[in-house]
């Protein structure tokens, strides 16, 4: 198999990557012309826990409402700015225009 591999000095069997099917039990076999002896077997468990790579679905959530309300606050003050710059709502404007005194 090209996911199991015996060290240099045949002491370490690494399985990369591990899968559930390759949970059971090992031996290791001597072998010459003359003779062949086996291990005990050793039984491989493989457990599969939480994913430690990714973000828990709670957070994710969290992050993207986040996302969503800072986008809605940051176009409420963009709207909010340009009202007060441009005296401009909805179409209408308008001009303050000091009278000569």
Not at 24 to 35: I, T
Not at 71 to 86: D, W
């Amino acid at each position: 198999m090209d996911r199991m591999q015996l060290s240099q000095d045949n002491s370490t069997l690494t399985i990369c990557p591990v899968k559930r099917e390759d949970a059971g039990n090992y031996q290791c076999e001597v072998s010459n012309r003359s003779n062949s002896s086996k291990s005990d077997p050793i039984r491989l468990d493989v457990s599969y826990g939480r994913s430690t790579t990714g973000l828990p679905v709670g957070s994710i959530i969290g992050i993207a409402v986040g996302v969503l309300v800072g986008l809605a606050l940051s176009a409420a003050l963009g709207c909010l700015l340009l009202h007060t710059r441009t005296g401009r709502y909805d179409g209408i404007s308008h001009k303050l225009i000091q009278s000569p005194s």
